[in-house]
């Protein structure tokens, strides 16, 4: 059962416009929410993250949207950049210990 | 420079040999946690430990076996490894309270089992 879900596998956006990643979940015990950038060949790297008591969070050209009711969250990238291509992983958690992650979205910028 | 160090990077085996792969990490963190990542399951927790001598499954642990002797290490064992277990593997640790930054990841290992 997917507790996560990354409906979208991939995302083609145009230099400088804005890229919008979606991610559903089920477990309404997660209290965190994280995004992950995972370039090939590398491990991911944690970008973002919310708190289950925020709506919002913004760090630069990133903002995580939640929406609690919908069991809903999204990144935006704005505006987005070439080196912004990636493979995007959600992940949810209820204890430091545990992360759950959905199954990625391949993001392209292109020029 | 802070990191989690894996090794092999790469490494090709025969169903049944066993086989360890080492991670470590620098950072004094007391949470740690293997992950595999496969095409369309995205990744997914094989064990995880807490602190010295305190390790649980995660969703996966089926066919593996994990030690934490030391606060820094963590090793993978499987002892007798089969193709199914072909897979991206990662190595991640965290604070103890880093619920709003997640894991520090690994490189990764690429297995592939014949």
């Known amino acids: 059962d997917q507790q996560v879900k990354q409906n979208s596998p991939s995302l083609s956006v145009q230099e400088g416009r804005i890229s919008i990643l979606n991610c559903d979940y089920t477990?309404?015990?997660?209290?965190?929410f994280l995004w992950y950038k995972k370039y090939p060949a590398e491990g991911p790297t944690f970008l973002i993250s919310i708190s289950s008591i925020k709506d919002k969070n913004e760090d630069g050209r990133f903002t995580v949207f939640l929406n609690k009711s919908a069991k809903h969250l999204s990144l935006h990238i704005v505006p987005s950049q070439p080196g912004d291509s990636a493979v995007y992983f959600c992940a949810a958690t209820g204890t430091a210990s545990k992360l759950t992650f959905g199954t990625g979205t391949r993001l392209q910028v292109t020029l | 420079e802070a990191q989690v160090t894996q090794n092999p990077r790469y490494l090709i085996t025969v169903t049944g040999k066993k086989l360890t792969v080492t991670c470590s990490q620098n950072?004094?963190?007391?949470?740690m946690s293997w992950y595999r990542q496969d095409p369309g399951l995205g990744l997914r927790q094989i064990y995880y430990?807490?602190?010295?001598?305190?390790?649980d499954k995660g969703d996966v642990p089926e066919g593996y076996k994990v030690s934490r002797k030391e606060k820094r290490n963590f090793p993978l064992i499987l002892e007798s490894p089969s193709p199914n277990q072909t897979s991206l593997y990662f190595c991640a640790s965290s604070p103890r309270d880093s619920a709003n930054y997640g894991y520090t990841f690994g490189s990764g290992t690429r297995l592939t089992v014949v």
């Open positions: 430990s807490m602190n010295v001598e305190v390790t």
């Open positions: 477990n309404s015990m997660f209290d965190y």
């Open positions: 950072m004094n963190h007391e949470y």
